[in-house]
């Protein structure tokens, strides 16, 4: 089968190469997945589980990518919960071979099914954007109706699903980024977007939570907005400054079922639109990682289309 690999940790996004890889083996609880849309983070190159395994051993050549929309085709050793030829969407683990492949094997429990009215590159582009969204405001942040909302980054990946979420649960929302991203903030549910290139952050007032995506001084002036009880939550890097009265967490995104196919449903209903803002080819992938103009939203790669996946 044809994979996106791995192999030189110093050759960057030039080191992502078409291969030809041996069909995956299913270990107990996995499942095969045909993968018909994959995702992936730029950043993913930077991360440990890309080049080691759980016990830190080297584990290139690695397949890229850890998100995937597919079909299952096979069920490992006393897998339970999904069916061959059921479609699913989810994350895959952070340091086993991922989504850019045709074929990937993957815990069942990271997965949930797809229903027929979610186009695979839109549940391709949910796990890791909504699953961290969620985390970061309703697990670690416990956010509440009524409460003030500062989510940067709003425009990309994580944020933009961020806004939706925290606008539904009845908080009020404060979006920044860029100065071309404020429409679409706005549009995304924000009641007020500040532009961190003109504005100080400070603009924000206030805040019961601050979601950071940035890191570095966003983060650190940020804090300090943090109202008492509150919390600040960074998904960028460890923080190394507190809220004077409130928490910081600083997290790892975990595969959830349940929150995963919360997020289906409230794709289904139209009440969550993660923005796809590319859909390219496998072969592609080197490019995607590192495009020539800037992309609003998640870049795909379609690996296989659904017809494609019905062939024997
Ligand atoms: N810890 C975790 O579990 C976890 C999970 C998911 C993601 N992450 C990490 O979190 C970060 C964000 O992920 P993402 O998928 O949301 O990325 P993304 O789609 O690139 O979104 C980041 C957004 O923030 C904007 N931005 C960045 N720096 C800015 C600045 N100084 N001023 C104004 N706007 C700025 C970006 O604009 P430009 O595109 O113009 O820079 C973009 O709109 C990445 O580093 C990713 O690796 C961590």
Redesign the pocket.
């Known amino acids: 089968m044809q994979a996106i690999t791995v192999r030189d940790r110093d050759a960057g996004v030039g080191g992502l190469t078409l291969t030809e890889l041996p069909y995956p083996h299913a270990a107990e609880n996995d499942v095969i997945v045909r993968v018909h849309a994959a995702g992936f ?1 730029p ?1 993913e190159l930077d991360w440990p589980g890309t080049w080691t395994d759980r016990a830190g051993r080297d584990r290139t050549p690695s397949v890229a990518g850890h998100e995937l929309a597919g079909v299952v085709v096979e069920l490992g050793y006393g897998t339970t919960g999904l069916t061959v030829g059921q479609r699913v969407f989810g994350l895959t683990d952070w340091s086993r071979d991922g989504s850019l492949a045709q074929y990937t094997a993957v815990e069942a429990r990271n997965l949930a099914p797809l229903a027929t009215d979610i186009d695979d590159a839109v549940a391709a582009a949910l796990p ?2 909504g699953l ?1 969204a969620w985390q970061a405001l309703f697990v670690h942040a416990g956010l509440a109706t009524g409460q003030t909302v500062l989510v ?2 709003a ?5 933009s699903i961020a806004v939706q979420l925290a606008n539904a649960v009845g908080a009020r929302v404060i979006g ?3 100065s071309c ?1 404020r429409d679409v903030v706005l549009g995304l549910g924000a009641h007020a977007f500040v532009d ?2 003109a504005d100080p952050v400070e603009d924000a007032g206030e805040v019961d939570v601050v979601l950071d ?2 890191g570095g001084e ?1 983060l650190e002036r940020s804090t300090a907005l943090v109202r008492a009880g509150g919390t600040l939550v960074t ?2 890097m460890p923080p190394t400054v507190r809220p004077k009265d409130g928490r910081a967490v600083f ?3 975990e595969p959830d079922r349940s929150q995963l196919a919360h997020l289906a449903q409230r794709v289904r209903e139209g009440r969550l639109k993660p923005i796809v803002g590319a859909v390219r080819p496998l072969a592609e992938t080197a490019d995607a990682f590192a495009p020539r103009r ?1 992309i609003p ?2 870049t795909i790669i379609q690996v296989a289309t659904e017809q494609e996946g019905k062939r024997p």
């Open positions: 983070t950043g890791i954007s961290t940067h980054g425009a990309g990946g994580v944020g920044t980024g860029r991203d961190l290139g995506v940035i966003v998904i960028a997290f790892v995104v800037r939203g998640k």
